[in-house]
Each structure stands twice: as C-alpha cells, then as structure tokens.
C-alpha cells in the first residue's frame, strides 16, 4: 500500500492561514470518512488533532479543521501561532492503515 | 488519564531479536485494539502491527510479516513486540498506539530500536 501524498513543507506568519492537503486513491482516502491528522514536534511523539476528516479531540484548539473532497483530504490551520511549528502528518485506513510522507510547517 | 509507555529497544546486532513491551493504563485495556507503529530516523510513520482486543484478529506490514509477532496480555494491561530477523532498515523509534475513532488516538514516548554492527 503507498503511502499518502502530502507537500513536504508549508510555511505560514503568525496570524495567518495554511492549508496541508493529503491525497490518496479510491481505495483509502476516497472510500472512507477515516481521515486523521497528527501534528509531531521534534521529539515527542505523534498527537491527533483531527479524526473523522473534521472532528476534533477535547482540548484540541478550533484553528485547526479538516475536510476531504474526493481522494484528497486537507488540514487548515487558522491564525498561525509559533508553537503550531512542528510536522504534520495526515492517515487513512484501507485494507491496513497508511501515512502521508508527512509535512513540515515552519512558522 | 490514558497512559502508553514503551520499554525493550536496544541497540542490535543485524539478526538479532528484541520484544518490546507497551505498558498501558488510564483506560480499560482489554477493550481497545492495539498498534505499533515505528519512525526511522529523519522519516516519517510507518504502521507494523494490529491486534484486536481479543487477540482475535491480527495484522502486519508487508515489511515486518514473518519477522514480528505482535501479542498482548489483557491480565498484564500490556502489549508486546516481538522481533526476529532484526535488519538496519527496522532501526526506528517504536510507538504502541491505541486504536480508537478508529484511529491511532494515544501514543507512547516510543522507544529507539538500533540495529548495527
């Protein structure tokens, strides 16, 4: 199974909007709502930020939103903030589940 | 407050063995499914190895299948991985990660698996 196509870096000033996109096939991303997102600062370990293609875990901040149009899922983060820096991954399930390569957002 | 905290990674030799251990709490164990995920140095994720909470139904990367065995003790609240036929390419922080929503939504430190000579 391939991995998910996301840019491998973004960049943004601090207030401002960026939009990571994900795309994968009809067999991944295209068939099931079972989008997430998960950001990584160096170091620690993966968080989920967004589940479900949009939803948000409790205590994750409402600037940031996910959406999916077809095979190509995307993550915008709203008013940028310096500790948004950090890598972004996006994941779907198929027959198993596959990331993206992965995105780095400099702030 | 939903705790995952890896334990076993070493460093190796190409072929060796290790088992790493996943200890978990904060939640019931034994109702949620089970993951190990790795990340290679500089790279990104890499899914390895499902198991339901049962124990029932498991699954492997094409990359590790055959070399890794994925298992839990639900009594222990622990999750295990073991490891044969260790290669340079395996060389990664291993994270055990619970399935829910469903997808991976806790995650463990990780713990660093090196295999050199």
């Known amino acids: 199974q391939s991995a998910l196509t996301q840019p491998a870096s973004v960049s943004g000033s601090p207030g401002q909007s960026i939009t990571i996109s994900c795309t994968g096939t009809?067999?991944?991303?295209?068939?099931?709502?079972?989008v997430a997102w998960y950001q990584q600062h160096p170091g620690k370990a993966p968080k989920l930020i967004i589940y479900?293609?949009?939803e948000r875990p409790s205590g994750v901040s409402n600037r940031f939103s996910g959406s999916k149009s077809g095979n190509t899922a995307s993550l915008t983060i709203s008013g940028l903030q310096a500790e948004d820096e950090a890598d972004y991954y996006c994941?779907?399930?198929?027959?198993?589940?596959?990331f993206g390569g992965g995105t780095k957002l400099t702030v | 407050e939903v705790q995952l905290v890896e334990s076993g990674g070493a460093l190796v030799q190409p072929g060796g063995s290790l088992r790493l251990s996943c200890a978990a709490s904060g939640f019931t164990f034994s109702s949620y499914s089970m993951n190990w995920v790795r990340q290679a140095p500089g790279k990104g994720l890499e899914w390895v190895s499902y198991?339901?909470?049962?124990?029932?139904?498991?699954y492997y990367a094409d990359s590790v299948k055959g070399r890794f065995t994925i298992s839990r003790d639900n009594a222990k609240n622990t999750l295990y991985l073991q490891m044969n036929s260790l290669r340079a390419e395996d060389t990664a922080v291993y994270y055990c990660a619970r399935l829910g929503h469903p997808v991976f939504d806790n995650w463990g430190q990780g713990t660093l698996v090196t295999v050199s000579s």
């Open positions: 198991i339901t909470s049962s124990s029932s139904a498991i």
């Open positions: 994941c779907s399930v198929s027959t198993t589940w596959v």
């Open positions: 479900e293609g949009s």
């Open positions: 009809s067999s991944d991303v295209g068939s099931y709502n079972i």
